[in-house]
């Protein structure tokens, strides 16, 4: 889905490349961050800092890269996640 206008994307577009590299990285990072903090906020309180980094990683680049780098859902996770498939999340 597209809902912008042809006008408004080529404006879009000559801002950018109007940018310097280092903005247009810095505008990456900024909106990696955002999304970060997004999907962070959707985790309940109280997790590990372990917890975290594992759910992080599963969320942005799949269950099993989390897995290859973390190694198997730590117990409390799976705990988590069958609360969150059953809408029991707090």
Known sequence: MNDTSPEIERMVR???RAMT??????I???MFETARAIVMASFPLGLAPAQV?????????GEKLAREAYGPY????RHLQRH???????
């Open 28 to 30: 990456g990072c900024q």
């Open 74 to 77: 730590p117990a409390e996770v």
């Open 21 to 26: 590299p280092q903005q247009r990285f810095a």
């Open 14 to 16: 000559e801002r950018f």
């Open 84 to 90: 969150r498939a059953a809408g029991l999340d707090s």
């Open 53 to 61: 980094r594992w759910l992080l990683c599963e969320r942005f680049y």
